[in-house]
């Protein structure tokens, strides 16, 4: 077995459909030890075989268990062969826990600075020195078969919002044909595959796109194509359309989201994994997120202020500094200030998960979103941030 | 009592001078609980309220024993006033150790946009938004009471290298009515206070210096004024001609020297502390210290090389990467490239001190030094760049 799921507890919404659930997610692991995954689960992104500004000991002790490499950053540098001869991405880059890389289909329609796509594949100019490149669905899976990640996603067409319903159909057939070309290719022995959900904001292309792909043999299955642009009401009623047309026993993951909020609703859905940049890219940029509300660190209210970021966190930057401290760091431009900043988000979405899995599993999760959502409306009323 | 030194050992040079030494200085602390420092030692820079790139948690357990802010920029940002208020720079930067802070005078003179000296202090403008502010040695010993450091440097007047004797001559003089007016203003009765000896390259006016401010009470004596473009050997020369025109009983401090082989002759000399953003800095730019010699871990060589920086070397970034993990995050401009850099360097560092301290304190001092140099030449033979 590469991949194997077992269901803890599943909850059913008011129409008796299957949503939120609590599962445990076994990878066989390319070193003879299986990993285990506790669902719903956040992924850290490790970019370019690091997230940003932490160590892979630091991720393991806030409660990190998967993370996630880009395919396209790993191809350009230092390239996926030399990762391979370095004995794989985990080892490259010190963690010896689950990664999932992405296909690198999503970066080459939004990173690359000119890209023009045929049924075959995709051709590229990279971001950083403008160099021409292809990927195809067979090059993708090359990749990550170097990259030796435990999930491998196929390669998709992620057309960009907003576009026409023809280029968006166009893109969703184009995306099942890629799977099926992937799973031509072998990978090693350890690596489990994910397809990926296609089809816009258009249910009816969804309903096919999920028939379809649903159909081949994936260990789990994506939804892609949403959180990139669209309104976050469209973005949640997709992904509650989509998650019941995937496969209970298989994993859901949901590409790209997000806010806290929507990881509520993400869950609320049905969904099992997350990755998004959020947590880590707004603490870079000073937006930090506490159990009292969204923080601005830069604001000069912060200046004077010896309390902690949040008093409810129990990571280092909550427990051994104060806000003045971390409003100084990140006005100076302090390398700490983003270290700091991203422990403290990493923390919360960490926690957030915890804690929805957790309530799943004591049959508490509707009182657990009610809270939720409460203290989101008391903090606004009470002119906090957010 | 502020400051204690207890001398464990003395080394006497061919001519009978004492010179290398080990000792144990007792500061009383602010918080009832006296520091010890074990000498010689090296103080990371903490210029701005962090050490770059590391936690006060990471810098106790590599063996940082004292660490330094820096006055100016302090002053500037976010303010001493502010500071004092949130309890200290210790409580601050939540550094639980002894702290010297420098005090102020090398930067106005450096950094500065314009600066104008008369006898009573210098006026200057920021090197960040060109503002007017004026430095006196009262102002300089209030700020530093306000950080609340352990020890406290006086104000003094560095000239700029090259310049003309009378130059030096007049900024020796300033720096020594500067001492006593500084000692004029009361400090926290925690803090100790250093006095500076200054004279650039002149001997003559090293002996003036040194007799007139040894006569005030100070707790400890830096030798200033050197390492400001000046070459190694003149800077070598100099320190070791005026370390023992200090008394034996007090701490000496080369300030913002060097490169390792500095720290070798500093300790030669008879100096006890020692601080340099070189570790620091050099991390940042990719330039690390081995027992192997020097490296430039962007090198194209480093690129597919598995084993690590430094094959003698226990910290994190040895034990766990390799040089073509550091190399790729270091061309990447990685946050952690920064974070892994600074811990070796500054581990580096931190080890040639404790090696010098256990050799001297066990008699082999010479032959530590003649090995230290002994490898350094079959680096160089080598082809290790250095």
């Known amino acids: 077995m590469r991949l194997k799921m077992q269901i803890e507890k599943t909850l059913s919404d008011s129409?008796?459909?299957p949503r939120a659930r609590a599962t445990r997610v076994t990878l066989q692991g390319s070193q003879g030890v299986?990993?285990?995954?506790?669902?719903p689960v956040f992924m850290p992104v490790g970019t370019l075989g690091s997230v940003k500004g932490m160590t892979t000991h630091e991720l393991k002790k806030i409660g990190a268990q998967v993370i996630l490499g880009n395919t396209y950053h790993l191809y350009l540098r230092p390239g996926h062969l030399r990762i391979e001869k370095l004995g794989?991405?985990?080892?490259f880059m010190g963690w010896d826990g689950p990664l999932l890389t992405d296909s690198g289909g999503f970066q080459v329609f939004?990173?690359?600075k000119l890209n023009k796509t045929d049924d075959d594949g995709v051709t590229f100019q990279s971001h950083i020195d403008g160099s021409t490149h292809r990927f195809t669905p067979e090059l993708s899976m090359e990749i990550q078969k170097s990259l030796g990640s435990d999930i491998v996603m196929a390669f998709d067409e992620c057309p960009p919002y907003p576009t026409t319903p023809e280029k968006v159909q166009t893109a969703m057939q184009r995306t099942l044909k890629w799977a099926s070309r992937g799973l031509e290719v072998p990978l090693q022995d350890h690596q489990a595959r994910f397809g990926i959900v296609q089809g816009g904001l258009y249910e009816e292309l969804r309903v096919v796109s999920a028939r379809e792909i649903t159909a081949l043999p994936f260990d789990g299955f994506a939804i892609g194509g949403l959180s990139i642009g669209e309104t976050p009401e469209l973005m949640r009623k997709m992904a509650h359309f989509t998650a019941p047309l995937l496969p209970q026993d298989k994993p859901r993951y949901l590409m790209g989201v997000g806010r806290p909020e929507d990881l509520v609703e993400g869950v609320r859905a049905g969904i099992d994994l997350f990755d998004c940049v959020m947590p880590t890219r707004n603490a870079r940029n000073g937006q930090l997120f506490t159990s009292l509300g969204k923080i601005n660190i830069k604001n000069a209210r912060y200046a004077d202020d010896p309390s902690p970021l949040d008093p409810d966190?129990?990571?280092?930057?909550?427990?051994?500094?104060?806000?003045a401290y971390l409003r100084h760091l990140f006005i100076c431009g302090e390398i700490l200030s983003a270290r700091l900043n991203t422990l403290h988000n990493l923390t919360f979405y960490l926690n957030l998960m915890h804690q929805m899995r957790n309530s799943i599993l004591e049959n508490r999760f509707d009182d657990w979103v009610k809270n939720f959502y409460?203290?989101?409306k008391n903090q606004m009323s009470a002119g906090i941030e957010s």
């Open 88 to 91: 794989g991405l985990q080892r």
């Open 34 to 39: 299986a990993y285990e995954i506790l669902t």
């Open 15 to 17: 129409q008796g459909i």
């Open 110 to 112: 939004s990173l690359s």
């Open 313 to 323: 966190c129990s990571c280092e930057t909550c427990q051994k500094y104060s806000k």
């Open 374 to 376: 409460t203290q989101k």
